[in-house]
């Protein structure tokens, strides 16, 4: 089992669409959360922290449940300027990269 | 404040040549990793400095790769002698602490083993 699963995508979604990613990690002792955004030959770049409470930062929204060792990732209103791929990533001793879900918004 | 930078962004060498990437951490940033994305893989871990010393060198595929961050401050990764299935993006990044708040990354070198 790989340490940080993702939903294999891709995601293709018309303009205005809300949009959820999943991911799973299989180590309890992970410290932090994070998701990335990736463009097509670009490094990555963080998008958000994920934390326990749950976070927003505009029309992004991340939650984290320890139990379950589940985090998401909600964007609503889908601009063409979210078409990236989304990778999970978590800390515990280093960081693990998910394999990443892209999204393709259509006008 | 200047991101991290690498250098070269592109290198194409031939199987058994060596190339040597190199990267510029943000000034100050003690943390200093490397990663690598091959063709249909997710990026993978390759090693982690603090100022100059290793402190998990466990991602670094074989000891054809060999990692160096003299002084602390920039840092290289010398493939030697290079294999096809090196071919890859190599990525570098660093943090202020270890990673709690996320890292920066560079833009990538994308190595190509002809």
């Known amino acids: 089992r790989k340490e940080v699963e993702q939903d294999p995508g891709p995601f293709n979604v018309p303009e205005g669409a809300t949009v959820a990613f999943n991911c799973t990690y299989s180590n309890s002792a992970s410290q932090s959360f994070f998701w990335y955004r990736q463009d097509c030959r670009k490094e990555p770049k963080l998008l958000m922290s994920v934390y326990s409470s749950g976070n927003e930062d505009g029309r992004f929204t991340a939650q984290l449940n320890r139990a379950s060792q589940y985090i998401s990732l909600l964007i609503r209103d889908s601009k063409l300027s979210d078409s990236a791929t989304y990778l999970c990533?978590?800390?515990?001793?280093?960081?693990?990269f998910g394999p990443g879900t892209s999204l393709s918004v259509i006008p | 404040e200047a991101g991290v930078t690498q250098f070269p962004s592109h290198s194409v060498i031939e199987k058994g040549q060596t190339v040597t990437l190199r990267c510029d951490p943000i000034s100050g940033h003690d943390n200093l990793y490397w990663y690598r994305r091959v063709m249909g893989k997710e990026i993978k871990f390759l090693l982690h400095f603090v100022k100059e010393s290793k402190q998990d060198e466990s991602g670094m595929p074989n000891n054809r790769f060999l990692a160096e961050r003299t002084g602390g401050t920039y840092s290289t990764l010398k493939v030697q002698p290079a294999e096809l299935e090196d071919s890859g993006v190599y990525f570098c990044a660093s943090s202020q602490d270890r990673g709690a708040y996320g890292y920066t990354f560079g833009s990538g070198t994308r190595l190509t083993v002809v």
């Open positions: 990533v978590v800390l515990y001793d280093k960081v693990i």
